[in-house]
């Protein structure tokens, strides 16, 4: 029994664990199947754009479960696939002005060499299938031991529009991704003695992603807050992830505690193919910069994309579940993980991470639980595969600005160089000489109250402080300088926009003069989060169950992601903000109803054409409000020379996530009538809307504002905002 979310037995992850359960066979055969549909004609047009009906959209999702005795009382199976499949179309805020001047351009001949030749402020086609597969064998060996083995397959295909989604990128600039999950788990349980357990549990499992832009050529093109076009810097990717993990876990009791012990090996084999930056990308200040063939930043990776690591882990545990008395209970433990990198990376061997969870009920009505744990987290297998490749060795990349890059896209046709630019030093990926893991230091406190028979409110403070964050840092900068007129020219800004002008800008001088940027991945950020939830719920009771939840928090940290690079790299206290994740409000409740008439299920027959038309119906709606979530403003290019990809240079006026979207707010809804078939069958019609009252919840702003004085017109407004009202119809038989 685990009284709260810190114990000992998982690990693996900084945020805490995730446990799953799958449904298995019994004596009797049972199963369901079922279809939902969607077209779009029913659905409202899609929010934020100038499209006057809704869009085209067909999908469909099929599946079929049964499961039921091999050997009656000794083997049970359950199996499950399901098919969904859809076409549709999306569009962009790309304005038609700008699309117009950028083909005009384009279709003068211009340039050449961009592979892009139209961009397409319209609709366009987009697609999605996902298989999914699954089965389950159940065997009882004996009283003592049973045997579980599990298969389950996932095949995920998204075309057009499966990555760089925002509202400024052109078709030409997001891409396709093709998914396959497929895994064989297992696990022997053994009753050792009246007071012993055992379960041994393995793994094989293996993960093929491959990301294909729409643009297999390039260049990429951006226009700072106007549009991107062409081959994107990421997203022609291919990786095979196999999983091989073998564990076993212990129990023993004796009086009042309750002891476990394991260990775990998880042999993790990357093999991965990465062409980030092979087809050049070129930066444009303004539209004007474009027309006339001025990019101010060139930028290229020339290597061998294939990389071939492992990373196996091996982790270990111990737990004593103390019954103190009947009303207080301790779990206290500690847990030790090691995860092992290629030879070149340093490796943390101290993560032991001690637990610790209460919980005392001092009467029948009220319970209180408090925790804290240590929780590690796993390396970054991106981060590691970057310095691998583009160590200086294997590969590099090439970074031009101002009138240097200039010179490349005219030379090269606005296309990517065929081979390295003598001129330029290369730029590499490292690693941190001090790498550590990041972790996270998690309490909580919380108080539960029994209101009546099925009725509990409860409330908790969490808190949360995470250390040895991830994020990428220039180590090779000097320190910058505030740009002038009088030493623009020095600085490699001959001609400087009014958005550099006063900036803290940094020079062509490098502190390691054989390369250029040396971007390296560390574990120094850090974040804190706290916040208090109050819940009210409800127990399934005379067909009736609710929960509702306020969760007022507040997140804080000086790097989101790691990849994300400080504006910077000598004042990192200025990073320290809002986290991307930060959403300080959240309301969410749900439930289900059964409308009073008619039920058969409490042994009333429905009489009256009323009672039979509305007997049987089951409601659930789900209500979600939230505030909005921070956004960091950049001038949208490289302004002060800080070598970031991502940018990260900062419009003046503007601190980290200063933008924020606006409140969020979907109600769904769920109504489902059901008719009796035969002794235990039951046949569902279910009617499903989403985003009912069809609020536009805006997800994303254009966050870039420009290279001049004044910002572009549509700095801070929405770019892309989450569904508008859809309905769904299913049939679902249950036998």
């Known amino acids: 029994m685990v009284n709260n979310g810190m114990s000992a037995e998982s690990g693996g992850g900084a945020s805490g664990p995730i446990n799953v359960i799958t449904k298995s066979g019994v004596n009797t055969l049972h199963g369901d199947a079922f279809v939902f549909v969607q077209n779009g004609m029913l659905n409202a047009k899609e929010p934020l754009t100038s499209e006057t009906e809704p869009p085209y959209l067909n999908r469909f999702r099929t599946g079929l479960s049964a499961g039921g005795p091999l050997v009656r009382d000794q083997t049970f199976y359950y199996v499950a696939a399901e098919q969904e499949g859809a076409h549709g179309d999306d569009s962009s805020l790309i304005s038609p002005s700008v699309a117009s001047a950028v083909n005009g351009v384009l279709g003068s001949g211009a340039f050449s060499r961009i592979a892009t030749r139209t961009i397409n402020p319209d609709l366009f086609r987009t697609a999605r299938g996902e298989t999914e597969v699954s089965g389950r064998l159940d065997h009882h060996i004996a009283d003592n031991h049973s045997l579980l083995l599990k298969y389950a397959l996932t095949n995920n295909r998204e075309v057009g529009d499966a990555f760089n989604t925002a509202g400024l990128v052109d078709p030409s600039g997001r891409g396709s991704s093709f998914i396959e999950d497929q895994g064989v788990t297992g696990s022997l349980s053994s009753i050792l003695g009246s007071n012993a357990l055992n379960s041994v549990r393995f793994q094989v499992s293996t993960r093929r992603a491959v990301l294909r832009s729409a643009d297999q050529k390039g260049p990429g093109i951006s226009i700072a807050g106007l549009v991107d076009f062409g081959r994107p810097y990421d997203g022609d990717d291919r990786r095979r992830e196999n999983h091989y993990e073998l564990s076993d876990v212990a129990s023993a009791a004796k009086g009042r505690h309750l002891f476990s012990f394991g260990t775990d090996l998880d042999w993790i084999r990357e093999n991965v193919s990465a062409y980030d930056g092979f087809g ?312 289900t109803f059964d409308l009073p008439l008619g039920d058969e299920d409490e042994g009333k027959k429905p009489t009256g054409a009323i009672a039979k038309l509305f007997g049987n119906i089951e409601t659930a709606p789900i209500l979600m409000i939230g505030s909005g979530r921070p956004i960091d403003p950049l001038t949208g290019f490289d302004a002060n020379r800080s070598g970031a990809i991502p940018l990260s240079s900062r419009p003046f006026g503007f601190g980290r996530n200063s933008l924020r979207t606006g409140t969020q707010a979907q109600l769904d809804l769920r109504l489902l009538k059901f008719f009796k078939v035969g002794e235990h069958g039951k046949l569902d019609f279910v009617v499903e809307s989403f985003n009912l009252l069809n609020h536009t919840n805006v997800v994303a702003l254009n966050q870039f504002y420009g290279a001049e004085s004044s910002p572009l017109s549509t700095f801070a407004m929405g770019n892309k905002a989450g569904i508008p009202r859809q309905w769904q119809f299913s049939l679902d038989f249950e036998f």
Do not use: C
């Open 280 to 591: 050049a990308i070129y930066v444009f200040p303004t539209l004007d910069s474009f027309l006339s063939g001025q990019p101010d930043e060139y930028r290229q990776t020339f290597a061998g994309p294939n990389t071939h690591f492992a990373s196996p882990r091996y982790s270990g545990f111990v737990q004593d579940h103390w019954t103190v008395t009947n009303h207080f209970t301790i779990d206290a433990g500690v847990r030790y993980d090691f995860e092992h990198l290629p030879v070149r990376f340093t490796e943390d061997t101290n993560d032991l991470a001690p637990r610790l969870g209460v919980a005392y009920s001092p009467s029948s009505s009220w319970a209180l639980r408090a925790g804290f744990g240590i929780f590690f987290d796993r390396y970054l297998l991106a981060a590691a595969n970057r310095a691998l490749e583009i160590n200086g060795v294997q590969g590099f990349e090439q970074v031009a600005y101002g009138q240097a890059a200039a010179q490349i896209f005219q030379s090269e046709m606005g296309g990517s160089s065929l081979t390295p630019i003598a001129s330029i030093r290369p730029s590499i990926y490292a690693a941190d000489p001090e790498l550590q893991t990041s972790r996270s230091a998690i309490a909580s406190l919380g108080v539960e109250r029994l209101l009546s028979r099925n009725l509990t409110a409860s409330a908790t403070f969490l808190f949360a402080r995470g250390a040895g964050l991830s994020r990428t840092r220039n180590v090779n900068l000097s320190p910058p300088v505030i740009l002038t007129e009088n030493n623009s020219a020095r600085l490699g800004i001959p001609n400087p926009f009014p958005q550099q002008l006063g900036m803290l800008v940094f020079s062509p001088v490098r502190l390691k003069p054989q390369f250029d940027n040396i971007y390296q991945w560390e574990n120094h950020s850090s974040s804190i989060y706290h916040g208090v939830s109050w819940s009210l719920n409800r127990r399934l009771s005379n067909e009736i169950e609710f929960s509702g939840s306020y969760t007022l928090s507040k997140a804080i940290d000086d790097a989101s992601d790691f990849d994300e690079q400080p504006t910077n790299p000598y004042l990192l206290p200025a990073e320290r903000a809002l986290s991307a994740n930060d959403q300080r409000h959240r309301f969410v409740f749900s439930g």
